[in-house]
């Protein structure tokens, strides 16, 4: 990950089209890939319009010009979904604020790409659940997200991190990190290490339906944690689905899974006492009772069944992925402290467990809503 000098931010800045004078930039947001400012214009003596900037991570997202037209496609297209519902577009979806140039990010000097987004006011993101209600609300705003494209022509998104949510894969190369042990770091860890080589049979379950053709793709947004929505500061309603650089064809299961991983769990993600983690059902119900309504009626029963194993899955593949960063020197999810990385993975493989432990309830929960 490369710092940024302020000089290369003003430069940034001085390349998109935003309204009024500019008062200020500083970090925002906890956002593990990118680097994420909040810009202050001052319109006119009294107002201000704030914006997001972002430095796009350009080890991750080696395609940032697909990825912006992604970007740009989904936008537009909920746009209109959006204006067809009485919906207020400005708030509901993400607003790509063009460069000087037109083009929807600017290149700088050395190489990197920046975008910039409207701010979206009187709305917060979590960094974990306050209450049931709240953790319903977002359910339904992720599972909406997914009705609103479901008719998105998926043959032209491109795919920004291939075999993104492949966690068969994700295995394989997971047991090469291992075996480079490139930090030295592996033989502390072994306890994690063994317990992601003891599960590689959920790795293959979804690929395999899949490929036997008793799940759908579909168009999905593949990176469904909490701080992944805004919600209204006003109605607690999910008002916008952010971080759109994952929108690509997937499984419902996962987009269900991701979030449980992140908003069921009673600690946040890096917590490092793990007596504090625990997957909690009143989280999980209240989650599968929002998705589904939000996904109105379009899920398979088979979908549906398979809910939990999304949950499994996503929590496992989240907590090898860390793992592995921990392992190769921290270079894919930022850190803020030393050994942030495998604290978050024993955070996720706390939760594992703790679903394997209640994956009778967990199945109980998901069959209310068949
Ligand atoms: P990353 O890919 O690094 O997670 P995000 O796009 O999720 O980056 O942005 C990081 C954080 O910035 C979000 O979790 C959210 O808090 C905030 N954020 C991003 N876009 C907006 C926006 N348009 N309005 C308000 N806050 C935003
Ligand atoms: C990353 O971008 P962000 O912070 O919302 C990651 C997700 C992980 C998540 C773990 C593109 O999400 O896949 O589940 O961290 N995004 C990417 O917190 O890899
Ligand atoms: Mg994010």
Same mark, same amino acid.
């Given at each position: 990950?490369?710092g ?6 003003r ?6 089209c ?5 008062r200020s930039?500083?970090p925002f ?13 001052e319109?006119?003596?009294q ?25 740009v496609?989904v936008?537009?297209?909920l746009?209109?979904v ?5 919906g207020?577009?400005?708030r509901e979806?993400?607003?790509v ?13 050395q190489?990197?790409?920046?975008r910039?987004?409207h ?7 979590f ?6 209600e709240?953790f319903?609300q977002s ?9 609103q494209?479901?008719?998105y022509?998926?043959a032209?998104?491109h ?8 966690t ?11 075996a ?22 959920? @790795?293959?379950?979804?690929? *395999?339906? $899949?490929?036997? &053709?008793?799940?759908?793709?579909r ?6 944690? /909490?701080?992944?929505?805004?919600m ?7 008002i ?8 690509m064809?997937g ?21 490092q ?8 059902m ?17 899920? @398979?029963k088979?979908?549906? *069944?398979l $809910?939990?194993? &999304?949950?499994?899955?996503m929590t ?6 860390? /793992?592995a960063?921990?392992?190769q ?18 955070t996720?493989?706390?939760l594992?467990?703790?679903?394997e432990?209640?994956?009778?309830t967990m199945?109980?929960?998901v069959?209310?809503?068949?």
């Open positions: 990950m490369r940024i000098l302020e000089e290369q931010k430069d940034a800045i001085a390349h998109f935003f309204e009024g004078s500019y930039v500083q947001g906890n956002g593990h890939i990118n680097d994420t400012f909040l810009l202050v214009f319109v006119g003596e107002s201000a319009k704030r914006y997001i900037l972002q430095r796009m991570n350009r080890d991750i997202f080696s395609k940032p010009v697909e990825l912006m037209e992604n970007i496609g936008t537009s297209w746009r209109k959006i204006l067809a519902n009485g207020d577009p400005e979806t993400l607003n604020v063009p460069a000087k140039d037109g083009k929807a990010y600017y290149v700088d000097a190489g990197e790409y920046w910039a987004f701010f979206i006011e009187n709305a917060t993101s960094e974990q659940v306050e209450n049931a709240d319903y359910a339904v705003s992720f599972g909406n997200f997914q009705r494209l479901a008719d022509p998926a032209t998104l795919e920004t991190i291939p075999g993104f949510h492949d068969k894969a994700r295995f394989e190369v997971f047991k090469e990190v291992v480079k042990d490139a930090c030295s770091r592996a033989a502390s860890v072994k306890k994690e290490i063994d317990f992601v080589l003891e599960r590689e049979d959920i @790795t293959g379950v979804f690929g *395999e339906l $899949l490929a036997k &053709g008793e799940i759908p793709l168009v999905t947004h593949n990176d469904t944690k /909490l701080n992944n929505i805004m209204d500061n006003e109605t607690r309603k999910g916008c689905v952010i971080d759109l650089d994952t929108v064809p499984l419902a299961m996962n987009d269900f899974g991701d979030s449980i991983r992140f908003g069921a769990s009673t600690a946040l993600e890096d917590e006492d793990l007596d504090k983690v625990w997957c909690d009143n989280y999980f119900e209240a989650y599968t009772r929002g998705f589904i309504e939000g996904c109105g009626g379009r899920l @398979t088979r979908e549906i *069944e $809910l939990p194993m &999304g949950a499994k899955v496992f593949e989240c907590g090898m992925r860390f /793992l960063d921990y392992l020197g921290d270079t894919y999810f930022k850190i803020h402290r030393p050994g942030q990385n495998l604290d978050r993975s024993r996720q493989f706390k594992v467990w703790d679903m432990q209640k994956w009778q199945q109980e929960i069959k209310r809503y068949h």
